[in-house]
T-cell receptor, first 112, second 111 residues
Framework: DAGVIQSPRHEVTEMGQEVTLRCKPISGHNSLFWYRQTMMRGLELLIYFNNNVPIDDSGMPEDRFSAKMPNASFSTLKIQPSEPRDSAVYFC??????????FGSGTRLTVV | GNSVTQMEGPVTLSEEAFLTINCTYTATGYPSLFWYVQYPGEGLQLLLKATKADDKGSNKGFEATYRKETTSFHLEKGSVQVSDSAVYFCALWARDDKIIFGKGTRLHILP
């Protein structure tokens, strides 16, 4: 298995632009999680899905952030418009529901 | 609510030293406990886990024992290597809910 696949690995964008991060979970995993990691705030859970349905989005910082999971093999996290304070590493993880998460390699986002 | 507290870092040790990273938890019921490791530039990886009291998880020379009486899950390794330099996260999972991660402990091993 190729693991959790995230794209792009790096993204540099200008303030005000739309950014879309992509994630392909492990086949058969029914839960998907989006995290953000910064030096200041550490690892933060933004949103998670179970069987493609959003369960808890209380970690989404603002309405500028949105996430979708149209099917079991694909999810997106969109930021529109982006701001410099959104610069972080964004991780996607998937799980079969017993607490063992598999993380992707992350997308390093820089908003200038 | 459920929570995890782990020792703050950074922790700096010499190669072949003994390692302990403390972790305590608060939870209702009987959670599963985990240690995850994050190497530079990578995502978190599951290092070991224990699903019930007195279970010992082990992997790559690391060990942790689920102690319900002290609500602890301390990570230990008898002889660390430079390649063990990473950030270590203690975590708990209380069935039907999301994992709760600690804040992470950065470990530096000097050659």
């Amino acid at each position: 298995d190729a693991g959790v696949i995230q794209s792009p690995r790096h993204e540099v964008t200008e303030m005000g632009q739309e950014v879309t991060l992509r994630c392909k979970p492990i086949s058969g995993h029914n839960s998907l999680f989006w995290y953000r990691q910064t030096m200041m705030r550490g690892l933060e859970l933004l949103i998670y899905f179970n069987n493609n349905v959003p369960i808890d989005d209380s970690g989404m910082p603002e309405d500028r952030f949105s996430a979708k999971m149209p099917n079991a093999s694909f999810s997106t996290l969109k930021i529109q418009p982006s701001e410099p304070r959104d610069s972080a590493v964004y991780f996607c993880a998937s799980s079969q529901g017993e607490g063992g998460y598999t993380f992707g390699s992350g997308t390093r986002l820089t908003v200038v | 609510g459920n929570s995890v507290t782990q020792m703050e870092g950074p922790v700096t040790l010499s190669e072949e030293a003994f390692l302990t990273i403390n972790c305590t938890y608060t939870a209702t019921g009987y959670p599963s406990l985990f240690w995850y490791v994050q190497y530079p530039g990578e995502g978190l990886q599951l290092l070991l886990k224990a699903t019930k009291a007195d279970d010992k998880g082990s992997n790559k020379g690391f060990e942790a024992t689920y102690r319900k009486e002290t609500t602890s899950f301390h990570l230990e390794k008898g002889s660390v290597q430079v390649s063990d330099s990473a950030v270590y996260f203690c975590a708990l999972w209380a069935r039907d809910d999301k994992i709760i991660f600690g804040k992470g402990t950065r470990l530096h091993i000097l050659p």
